[in-house]
């Protein structure tokens, strides 16, 4: 008899298995992005819904026509929509708050200026939309009432950056200046996560890759290039942790793009940025 088979005798079987344990899946978080004004625009809007709660929100759905009928899918599917939210005023993002928000009968949480706001949370101000967790950031400068907003389920992170952030790069300093960009992006973004995903408010990659290649010339550029070439849409592909690497605006304390825009105080650079950007 071998020595396994005394073992097996001697000792229990289930000494000699190994339970396999599933991992259990918590999240419930579901983004689904709804491309508007494709060619001209290119704007999104996004149905955050929570899988648990069946609760659910709309942000910026600013083309009604091209937005409703995902809505009204999510409705049938037994989701309840809890809020429309704004991440700033401009019409290309809060322009669809009247029929959006009378057809569906949802109050409006955004910026101080967004149509028919009815809430504006203060900075970090925390709420819910089901099981996941929101939290408001505001971001002054491409508009006085830009805010960001931080969505968390368990280990799944996501910040809906509107006009503040695009992957690789910002939004133009409409009513702010370079101070507020510089704190916007390399304060309050870049305290987030390293893992959270982006997911900003058009589709403007090529075109900021485009840019970033004439002052800097790293290998996260030449990756996100490759990436935009080949992707029609970049949204919630690159996290925070990518835009620090990519995005010359998250860079300014680079040697590289300091010797670029002849600044060294990162202010300064930023401006120096932002307006060789406008003017390329």
């Known amino acids: 008899m071998s020595l396994l088979s005394v073992a097996i005798k001697r000792y229990p079987l289930a000494l000699f298995t190994r339970t396999i344990v599933k991992p259990v899946t918590t999240q419930a978080m579901h983004i689904q992005s709804i491309p508007m004004w494709e060619g001209t625009g290119n704007n999104y809007a996004y149905l955050v819904s929570d899988d648990k709660t069946k609760e659910a929100v709309i942000i910026d759905p600013a083309n009604p026509p091209e937005v409703s009928s995902h809505l009204k899918a999510k409705v049938d599917a037994g989701f309840k929509l809890m809020k429309l939210i704004n991440t700033h005023h401009h019409h290309d993002h809060a322009g669809g708050n009247k029929e959006i928000s009378q057809a569906f009968g949802l109050p409006v949480v955004g910026g101080r200026d967004c149509a028919l706001v009815s809430e504006t949370p203060g900075h970090q101000f925390k709420f819910n939309v089901g099981s996941i967790n929101v939290t408001a950031l505001h971001t002054p400068c491409h508009t006085q009432d830009s805010i960001c ?11 809906f950056t509107g006009d503040t952030m695009f992957i ?5 300093f409409f009513e702010g200046t370079p101070k507020e960009m510089h704190k916007a992006l390399n304060e309050t973004l870049a305290s987030l996560p390293d893992d959270t995903k982006v997911y900003p408010g058009h589709e403007y990659t090529k075109g900021n890759v485009k840019f970033a290649k004439k002052v800097l010339n790293n290998d996260a550029i030449k990756k996100l290039d490759e990436y935009s070439q080949a992707n029609k849409e970049t949204q919630g592909k690159f996290t925070i942790g990518d835009e620090k690497k990519h995005n010359v605006f998250m860079r300014v304390d680079d040697p590289e793009i300091q010797k670029v825009t002849g600044k060294t105080d990162p202010v300064d650079v930023m401006g120096a940025l932002r307006s060789m950007k406008d003017n390329s």
């Open 168 to 172: 690789g790069g910002c939004g133009r």
């Open 149 to 159: 907003f931080f969505f968390e389920d368990g280990q799944d992170r996501a910040v």
